[in-house]
């Protein structure tokens, strides 16, 4: 973990040690992390994640923290939370939008309604970003992000 810690004071990653995971979970539950990268880029994830492979360190990557279970316990692992600079949406063409994994899907599903596009409509309501639902499969009303 020492030369995680290292790293992100060299690259300029803001991180923090023993950080309380009830900070970054919707449920407002769970222990502490041993460290918390807040990385503000792509280019600081690929590095974390190389650097953390190096080091062979567990990692975990998290968003919003929405439907995020923490046990009292903590994580011993390197979290790496992509938050507020993973967030943009925006059309590809007429009928494809990029949606990064830090955009809030209900701002994606308002997004695609407002250029005229189909195929959210049963996200519409679900908490969490869009990185989160796609890793878990999130569905409601007969619709899956799958689909």
Do not use: W
């Not at 995971?21 to 690929?46: C, D, P, R, W, Y």
């Not at 062979?56 to 968003?63: D, E, H, L, M, S």
């Not at 919003?64 to 923490?70: A, F, K, T």
């Amino acid at each position: 973990m020492k030369e995680i810690t290292e790293f992100a004071k060299n690259n300029n990653i803001p991180y923090s040690t023993d950080e309380p995971m009830s900070k970054h979970t919707t449920f407002k539950i769970g222990g502490n992390a041993k460290l918390m990268l807040f990385v503000e880029n792509e280019e600081q994830v690929a590095s974390a994640v190389k650097e953390c492979k190096k080091y062979n360190q567990r990692y975990i990557a998290v968003g919003n923290g929405s439907n995020l279970l923490v046990s009292d316990d903590g994580i011993d692992a390197v979290v790496i939370e992509m938050g507020k600079g993973f967030s943009d949406v925006r059309l590809i063409d007429d009928e494809t939008v990029y949606a990064e994994a830090g955009a809030q899907l209900m701002k994606v599903c308002r997004f695609a309604l407002e250029h005229g596009l189909s195929g959210l409509e049963f996200a519409y309501g679900i908490p969490g970003s869009c990185g989160g639902a796609a890793f878990m499969n999130a569905g409601a009303y007969g619709g899956e992000m799958n689909d």
